[in-house]
């Protein structure tokens, strides 16, 4: 996906949704770098992801593993959350090529933290809270 694509989402529901959206679109050996703030919404976006790719199993955020696959869905999802990474290399002892290039969707939470082992060609999400248009607001840019 080269253009940017920008939407605003102003509850948790909505923001499922948009990821549910893109989980029916993902194609095997699609990369998603998912970044914002501790608390922003990444979770509830990939649980709609997941659902979106058929995935009936329970979502959460692999923080303390670092990766949860799921295979129920039309695609193998891999789910990384690296945010306790503290060096880049540690996620080759993990198989991460075996999976970023294999035949699923990975998906990865805080990717800005291995950008330098990860493929150019990524779909980027950002996801960004501004109180002034509310609690549940969100701006999430796709690009």
Not at 11 to 19: A, P, W
Not at 76 to 82: I, K, N, R, T
Not at 107 to 131: F, H, N, R
């Amino acid at each position: 996906m080269s253009e940017e694509m920008i939407r605003e989402t102003y509850s948790e529901q909505d923001t499922y949704e948009l990821g549910y959206s893109l989980g029916r679109e993902a194609v095997a050996g699609q990369i998603i770098t998912l970044e914002g703030d501790l608390g922003v919404g990444k979770t509830v976006f990939t649980k709609g992801f997941a659902a979106g790719l058929g995935v009936e199993e329970y979502v959460n955020s692999p923080t303390f593993t670092i990766m949860q696959t799921y295979e129920d869905g039309r695609l193998p999802l891999y789910h990384f959350d690296v945010y306790r990474i503290s060096d880049p290399e540690e996620m080759y002892e993990i198989g991460f090529e075996e999976f970023i290039y294999g035949n699923g969707v990975s998906l990865i939470e805080w990717a800005g933290l291995i950008s330098e082992i990860l493929p150019k060609d990524v779909t980027s999400v950002l996801i960004e809270k501004d109180p002034a248009k509310g609690y549940d607001y969100r701006k999430i840019t796709i690009k």
